[in-house]
């Protein structure tokens, strides 16, 4: 059964500090996305990582995908109030177009003035 | 609106009845998923159509639950007999062809069994 296994699963941090989320998964796959979720809100695609050492960067977020250690981060820099939202990364089991994605519990960040 | 489209936004049923959840995906999306997302929960893949199939149905919990998207584009979600255990948000996503785009979701449909 394939686990995806973020953390961590709570995290509160000063305005204006760096963090990194982890997400690890169990079984392959090179398709990963990271989400975000407001509160009573649907999800937001934030990244889409679709191979072996894919980097990218939106503002204050940055994401990156080994997928030979089954392992994606989401590094937050000199984070901002705005930021606090939950973070799910969601690893690709489907075949050709179909996004059958398994998800982690999600990370719910909160950011601190 | 341009995005993915779900009604109801809130239902509350009672145990033992039957309801539907529509979703209106983003146009000329061919593919179309429904996710569902208990309380503190990720979501769960439920079933996916390419077109007007069901190209995969393996998350479908049980018999109880069947989906269909009869001209390519809305889908409705229908769970008979409903249970408490049923009560979560209900998801839809829609995605264009092609192997590296994201699904984009809709904002959901609560649903509460009593």
């Known amino acids: 059964e394939l686990k995806v296994e973020q953390n961590p699963l709570f995290l509160s941090m000063q305005e204006g500090k760096n963090y990194t989320i982890y997400c690890n998964y169990s079984t392959t796959s090179d398709r990963l996305y990271w989400y975000r979720q407001d509160p009573g809100k649907s999800l937001e695609s934030l990244f889409v990582?679709?191979?072996n050492g894919a980097v990218k960067q939106e503002g204050r977020l940055m994401a990156s995908l080994d997928t030979k250690a089954r392992l994606s981060t989401l590094h937050i820099t000199a984070a901002v109030h705005d930021l606090s939202a939950t973070y799910f990364c969601?690893?690709?089991?489907?075949?050709?177009?179909?996004?059958?994605?398994?998800w982690g519990l999600g990370t719910s960040l909160a950011v601190n003035p | 609106g341009a995005g993915v489209s779900q009604t109801p936004s809130n239902k509350v049923t009672e145990k033992g009845k039957y309801v539907e959840l529509r979703c209106d995906p983003i146009s000329g999306h061919t593919a179309l998923y429904w996710y569902r997302q208990s309380l503190g929960q990720g979501p769960e893949f439920l079933i996916y159509?390419?077109?007007?199939?069901?190209?995969?149905d393996s998350g479908l919990p049980n018999d109880r639950f069947f989906a269909v998207r009869p001209e390519g584009s809305v889908s409705t979600l229908k769970i008979q007999r409903t249970e408490r255990g049923d009560s979560a948000v209900y998801l839809c996503?829609?995605?264009?062809?092609?192997?590296?785009?994201?699904?984009?979701f809709g904002q959901g449909t609560r649903l509460t069994v009593v």
């Open positions: 969601a690893v690709d089991l489907g075949a050709g177009n179909n996004r059958k994605l398994i």
């Open positions: 159509f390419q077109g007007t199939g069901a190209a995969d």
């Open positions: 996503a829609s995605s264009s062809q092609g192997v590296s785009t994201e699904a984009f």
């Open positions: 990582l679709l191979s």
